[in-house]
């Protein structure tokens, strides 16, 4: 079992970046999926990002492409989401989670950061 704690979020204005950080304080997530997630006022949950086990290889969703890079540091315990260019959609609660399958739906990933605020004005 293991523990997520996320930091970084808060507010920057459109074109801005932030970075997201997700820590294991808990075990280790070596060996498991990691995905990124948000979920914005009265939406549902929408997958992100996520990177493989080993890191060598990263998804993600349409609206991230290009704008978001996911990373991982087994040896750390830790993986980040810097977000780039943002736009005022993006404001959203942000989740990072674990899971030992590959998937981008929530219901796959056992484990969850607490989730941190993104707020992008405009």
């Known amino acids: 079992q293991i523990q997520l704690v996320q930091s970084g979020g808060g507010l920057v204005q459109v074109g801005g970046s932030l970075r997201l950080s997700c820590d294991a304080s808990r075990g280790t997530f070596t060996n498991f999926y990691l995905g990124w997630f948000r979920q914005g006022p009265g939406e549902e949950r929408e997958f992100v990002a996520a990177?493989?086990?080993?890191?060598?290889?990263?998804h993600y969703a349409e609206f991230a492409q290009g704008r978001f890079t996911v990373s991982r540091d087994n040896e750390k315990n830790t993986s980040d989401l810097q977000m780039d260019n943002l736009k005022p959609e993006d404001t959203a609660v942000y989740f990072c989670?674990?899971?030992?399958?590959?998937?981008?739906?929530?219901?796959?990933?056992?484990?969850w950061g607490q989730g941190t605020q993104v707020t992008v004005s405009a």
């Open positions: 989670a674990a899971s030992r399958v590959l998937s981008r739906e929530a219901r796959a990933f056992d484990y």
């Open positions: 990177v493989t086990w080993s890191g060598k290889m990263t």
